[in-house]
């Protein structure tokens, strides 16, 4: 049995009248919106709730998946210690889980829990449940830090796990919109706030999931969204499936967006597969990409293909432009993979004979030396995008008035710590910004002085 509806839900603990004590009236939609959902679950009889929450535990690059067979919570932190629950867990549902994920090199399990105790994004869904429902088990599912995909293939994982043990599950996806929606609200404004609302509204009322994956960080990040990875591990859930989506509420009186859908399947729709059909387009775009990209890119994927395949370092193709074979610098080689950073090694000034020397060696340090990755997989190859920034000769400047962040990189020296930083990078964009990264690479304090150079860069992708 697959999985029998799904709910988009906020929460805020104000909308607890033991937390809120009368000013939950504020946002009386939401309130009467919630109580549809516990209705709707209510009519529904699930053996088991599934929720995903922002606010159970969280690692950067792992989802968990709270254990045990009981767990307890209160609103105890709220100042309504009153407010409490005793829940049972789906102990076999959450063993299946874990056992696909891992066979599907998944990073997600029940290893790594902090804080046993129920947390405020699953208990305000649960005080709305627990009025009209009672009988079910529960499956509390952590976000991560890995990209969208990775959580949409958890969906993935859930659904299958439902299906292998033919549980009557249905899926509570919790998360806040844009905290930043008004000028009097706790977190302030941003122009973002009000656009990701708006979309992600749009996209939950027409249920046009593969959407989802349209985000950039940096939009969501400024529009200090909450809930977004929750509703792609929903998202997932629902994979290759029709839904009758229902758009419930959504205000934004208290400067928080607050938003509620229901979605109920009716049957099967392959063309509804929006991780596979992402996929396909950014493999095909990989490969559009390295069909048109230059000497310099060509050379890197050369290197870091040879390696990862046959664990050989290329020799130097005849053929080669002279600055790659006449010239010497240094030279960084980024590999992003689905918009993320996957490895990046470079070296300042010149260490090899040549410049293709030089960009050959970075690439393979790139793809299995950077400290912060594991070694690139075969399987990865297919969705890699390879940048080569050439570097100019560097120069001393007497202060950060002679930087540009968009048009020179930045290197800091203090003693023997050094410390660089490529211009025009995304996220990064104030001078202050880039020293500070670069001193942070460097192991250098913030109020330490440093020598200052800036050099230029050529960027091949």
Same mark, same amino acid.
């Given at each position: 049995?697959?999985?029998? /509806? ?15 004590? %009368? ?21 529904? +009889? ?5 929720? *995903? ?28 210690? =009153? ?6 867990? #789906? ?42 429902? *009672? ?8 976000? +991560? ?9 958890? %969906? ?21 919109? *844009? ?10 404004? /941003? ?23 349209? !985000? ?16 792609? &591990? ?14 419930? *509420? ?6 928080? %967006?607050?938003? &509620? ?20 387009? =950014? ?19 050369? +290197? ?27 030279? !960084?080689? +980024? ?45 990865? $190859? ?9 570097? %100019? ?8 008035? =002679? ?25 990064? #964009? ?21 020598? $200052? ?9």
């Amino acid at each position: 049995m697959a999985i029998i /509806a799904a709910y988009m839900v906020p929460h805020p603990p104000m909308i607890v009248p033991a937390v809120g004590r %009368g000013s939950e009236r504020q946002i009386e939609a939401t309130r009467a919106a919630y109580m549809r959902v516990a209705e709707d679950i209510a009519a529904l +009889s699930p053996e088991t709730i599934i929720f *995903s929450s922002p606010h159970a535990t969280m690692y950067a690059d792992y989802f968990h998946i709270s254990p045990g067979r009981s767990t307890e919570g209160s609103f105890a932190r709220f100042r309504a210690p =009153q407010a409490r629950f005793r829940e049972e867990y #789906d102990a076999e549902l959450v063993k299946t889980i874990e056992r696909i994920a891992i066979a599907r090199s998944l990073p997600a399990g029940t290893r790594g829990q902090r804080d046993p105790g129920l947390d405020h994004g699953t208990m305000v869904p649960l005080y709305f449940i627990r009025q009209v429902y *009672s009988g079910f088990r529960l499956v509390r599912v952590g976000l +991560s830090g890995l990209p969208l995909e990775e959580h949409y293939r958890l %969906g993935q994982v859930i659904r299958r796990a439902v299906e292998e043990t033919g549980r009557r599950t249905v899926f509570v996806a919790s998360g806040d919109l *844009s905290h930043k929606l008004q000028s009097y609200g706790p977190y302030g404004f /941003a122009p973002e706030g009000p656009q990701y609302d708006a979309r992600i509204m749009d996209i939950c009322e027409r249920a046009a999931f593969g959407e989802l994956f349209d !985000f950039d960080e940096l939009f969501c990040e400024r529009a200090a969204e909450c809930g977004h990875r929750s509703f792609v &591990i929903m998202a997932g859930a629902l994979d290759g499936t029709a839904v009758q989506a229902e758009r419930l *509420s959504h205000e934004d009186v208290t400067g928080v %967006g607050y938003g &509620i859908c229901m979605f109920h399947p009716t049957g099967k729709d392959d063309s509804r597969r929006f991780l596979d059909s992402r996929q396909r387009e =950014q493999e095909k775009r990989v490969v559009e990409s390295r069909a048109k990209c230059d000497p310099w890119v060509r050379l890197a994927w050369q +290197s870091i293909e040879s390696w990862v395949r046959e664990r050989k370092v290329p020799a130097i193709l005849d053929g080669l432009p002279d600055e790659l074979t006449q010239c010497r610098a240094g030279a !960084f080689v +980024s590999i992003h993979k689905q918009g993320r950073l996957r490895g990046c090694i470079g070296t300042i000034a010149p260490t090899q004979g040549s410049l293709a020397e030089e960009i050959i060696h970075n690439a393979i340090s790139a793809a299995a030396c950077d400290p912060r990755f594991d070694p690139i997989r075969l399987d990865e $190859l297919n969705w890699l995008e390879i940048n080569v920034d050439v570097l %100019g000769e560097p120069e001393d400047i007497e202060s950060e008035s =002679q930087l540009d962040v968009k048009h020179y990189g930045v290197i800091v020296t203090k003693g023997h710590r050094r410390g660089l930083l490529l211009p025009d990078l995304e996220g990064v #964009d104030t001078v202050r910004q880039q020293v500070e990264i670069a001193k942070q690479k460097a192991g250098i304090g913030p109020k330490e002085k440093v020598d $200052l150079q800036r050099f230029e860069v050529v960027r091949h992708t």
